[in-house]
């Protein structure tokens, strides 16, 4: 397996940051015509953190792909 370099922290912080507003304002922004705008920024973060874990996951660290907290079923 190779060994990816480590970027600083604000590195890091910026792209993350990066990966959610695109997540938020280009992918998920569709879900605010339909009235569930505010839903958006909380799916968003959501999807980057199964990003992350993905990320990690394909690098090696063997941790589960899962949403950390569960929605109640309606």
Request: proline letters at 3%; glycine letters at 8%; charged letters at 25%.
């Amino acid at each position: 397996m190779s060994s990816y370099p480590k970027i600083d922290q604000a590195s890091y912080d910026k792209a993350k940051g990066q990966l959610t507003r695109q997540i938020a304002s280009d992918v998920l922004s569709v879900f605010d015509m339909y009235g569930m705008g505010i839903y958006i920024a909380g799916a968003a973060g959501e999807c980057v953190e199964l990003a992350e874990q993905f990320a990690m996951r394909v690098r090696g660290k063997d941790i589960p792909i899962q949403l950390r907290n569960k929605r109640n079923s309606r």
